[in-house]
């Protein structure tokens, strides 16, 4: 290990390895506490979601990637992949201020960097269908192991099945025994919009070890962040990872289905929303809130795992076979409503508030809004956008969609608008204004995001999910 200090602190030296977003974070993040880092995007690494961004002189966020286009990694300097606030800021003052993360562009160079810890942080590739692409993580991590040091620690971070680090720890004691590498599972815990704050201010961080002398490495890579670190076996820090994601997908799953009854029969599922989280053993944080389906892939990746964990080992699970199913029909929801509420959309001209994945991000990949807007099309209706992190669209989705460059210009003259991404600009838009610029008064918001703007006055028809 090669330590050296910093006010009076020990600082280490850490690779990361895998440049999307989980491992820029985790660079800048490290380097930012003085962490000596070095990063390499892995072997021909190319991103699940989007293409690195380019650097660029201007501060504003990357303009609607996120479709899967495939494009070579750019050597320097490192930039965020994706819009993530206060990320390229971090990146610019590690790498040419304190000068604390360096890239490297070969393994070859992992083995004069003697550090300590490898952290492996690859966003798992994943399908349409929820996939995930569990290979091509453990081949890149395979591809490391001739490079490294003896008595290194690797930590994996990646979205893996329960099993995988164990699997990769047996084929490096079969094919390295002289390197004595020992593994760490961490599960990464970062939220698009708010990735920064989570890593550097966390709650706890869940570990697993393989050797349980291990801690103090762990400790003294955590210490600028936390001290409170839950330590248990690599298995049960996997299943852990599969079980938060599950029962958060569970939460969401079940308030939206009770709020397709609660919509049938006269009840709020807002007001049986504050039911639930006033009894204590539910609480005021659990994801109960009724709205949108959930999107993005990674709580149903987890869910995916579980399932095949379950055929696997011949063990029936029947709960999370039906999660998916039943968050899949939910997506459906803004389609149900505005027929119901339209009844026929041949021409009617439809406004799309919000395209992205969620807030405080500019990728479009797995955005159910995106979704929304291809089936509305299909139906015959025109479909006007705004989003403030999208200032154009690639083909083929800028046929399809007219992007416009104002909340007002994307409503003048439309039939019903859709509120279909959580933007906190959106909460400036007032009655009034819908009221003169748009066609018909006419708001679908599955989330109830704007529900103080619209949805106490008479003049707009206003409809959310649960009501």
């Not at 490297?104 to 300590?116: D, G, N, V």
């Not at 049986?272 to 005021?284: A, D, M, N, W």
């Not at 959930?294 to 964990?309: E, F, K, P, S």
């Amino acid at each position: 290990m090669e330590t050296y200090t910093i006010g009076g602190e020990s600082k280490m030296k850490i690779v990361v390895v895998g440049l999307w977003h989980l491992g820029c974070v985790t660079a800048a993040c490290l380097a930012n506490a003085g962490h000596e880092v070095i990063a390499y995007a892995g072997q021909n690494e190319i991103a699940e979601a989007a293409p690195i961004r380019l650097h660029t002189d201007s501060p504003s966020p990357a303009s609607g990637r996120g479709l899967g286009v495939r494009v070579a990694f750019e050597e320097t300097p490192l930039t965020a992949p994706l819009f993530e606030p206060g990320l390229d800021d971090l990146l610019t003052i590690t790498q040419q201020q304190t000068h604390t993360l360096t890239l490297i562009q070969h393994p070859t160079q992992l083995t004069t960097a003697q550090a300590e810890i490898i952290w492996i942080t690859f966003d798992t590739p994943v399908n349409e269908e929820d996939i995930a692409d569990v290979e091509y993580v453990i081949q890149q991590i395979k591809h490391l192991l001739p490079y490294l040091s003896a008595n290194t620690l690797i930590l994996i971070s990646s979205q893996l099945p329960v099993g995988s680090t164990r699997q990769i720890q047996r084929y490096c004691t079969e094919h390295f025994p002289e390197k004595n590498i020992s593994f760490a599972y961490s599960p990464e815990n970062l939220r698009l919009g708010q990735a920064i704050q989570v890593f550097t201010q966390p709650d706890r961080v869940i570990v697993g070890l393989q050797q349980q002398t291990d801690q103090a490495r762990i400790r003294a890579l955590l210490k600028p962040f936390t001290e409170n670190i839950i330590f248990m076996s690599i298995e049960s820090a996997e299943m852990t990872k599969h079980a938060l994601n599950a029962f958060l997908a569970t939460s969401v799953v079940f308030i939206n289905e009770l709020a397709s009854l609660c919509e049938r029969v006269g009840a709020d599922a807002r007001e049986v929303e504050q039911g639930l989280k006033s009894e204590q053993r539910i609480g005021k944080k659990a994801y109960l809130r009724p709205g949108n389906a959930i999107a993005g892939g990674t709580l149903a990746r987890d869910v995916n795992y579980l399932m095949q964990i379950g055929q696997q080992q011949q063990v029936n699970t029947p709960l999370f076979s039906a999660l998916l199913a039943s968050n899949q029909q939910h997506k459906q929801w803004s389609c149900r409503k505005i027929v119901e509420v339209l009844e026929n959309l041949t021409n009617k001209t439809i406004a799309v508030l919000g395209l992205t994945y969620k807030a405080d991000t500019d990728t479009l990949r797995r955005s159910t809004a995106i979704e929304f807007c291809q089936w509305l099309k299909q139906q015959g209706a025109n479909i006007t956008a705004f989003d403030p992190a999208v200032k154009q669209l690639e083909q083929p989705l800028a046929e399809i969609i007219t992007l416009k460059s104002s909340l007002k210009q994307a409503v003048e003259q439309v039939d019903a608008i859709v509120i279909a991404t959580e933007w906190p600009q959106f909460t400036a838009f007032t009655a009034d204004e819908l009221l003169s610029w748009a066609k018909q008064p006419i708001v679908l918001d599955a989330s109830g995001f704007l529900m103080k703007i619209f949805g106490t006055d008479e003049r707009i028809k206003y409809y959310y999910v649960g009501r």
